[in-house]
């Protein structure tokens, strides 16, 4: 298998899901859409929050999707391994740059600020074009930057560092924790 082959990796539906609510923590269900398979009590649960109800993994759905991701890791190929551990540490070189500029921007809370995430993400864009195109279960994750860069550049300064939704700073962390996952699954 080669390095583009990896980027073919089949990733089966529930897969994703577990995956996903397994990064995240919990999620409304919405975001996984009609066809989410969510019905297996024994996998998820719906707890309340100030959110409203959100899904969240049960204890047998945790060990699911490690098992799944494992599965998932056994058809990498070594230099997809590899790039996939490149990407973590390109990742972690700018990491540090991004929290500072979100931690500016939390300080002004300002357009200013804001201009300062959207210039550093200028300069990591074409890494996380890369990491989407590594692995199929990270090629949400430049569709959904685009999106919060498009609403900080119309003014919806929200979408910088919100807890509460998809914010550029929520995204980053979420892709670094999911960069983390799969470098160190074996």
């Given amino acids: 298998m080669t390095t583009a082959d990896d980027a ?3 990733i089966p539906r529930r897969t994703r899901v ?5 990064v995240a923590g919990w999620l409304a269900a919405d975001h996984f859409g ?5 019905t297996d009590a024994t996998l998820f649960t719906q707890v309340p929050t100030p959110r409203g109800d959100m899904i969240t993994l049960t204890p047998a759905g945790e060990h699911a999707a490690e098992v799944e991701l494992t599965a998932v890791c056994r058809h990498l190929s070594p230099a997809g391994r590899d790039r996939i551990v490149a990407l973590l540490d390109r990742f972690e070189q700018a990491d540090p740059r991004i929290k500072n500029a979100v931690t500016a921007f939390q300080r002004d809370r300002g357009p ?6 959207l210039e550093l993400h200028g300069e990591v864009a074409d890494l996380l074009t890369a990491i989407g195109d590594a692995l199929p279960l990270w090629d949400d994750y430049p569709a959904r930057f685009a999106t919060v860069v498009a609403l900080i550049e119309s003014g919806d300064l929200d979408s910088v560092a919100s807890p509460l939704r998809d914010s550029y700073h929520t995204v ?3 892709l670094h924790r999911d960069l983390r996952l799969v470098a160190d699954c074996r």
């Fill in 8 to 10: 073919l990796v089949v």
């Fill in 18 to 22: 577990l995956h996903t609510l397994r």
């Fill in 34 to 38: 009609a066809d989410a398979p969510l």
């Fill in 112 to 117: 200013v600020a804001a201009r300062g995430v």
């Fill in 172 to 174: 980053w962390h979420l």
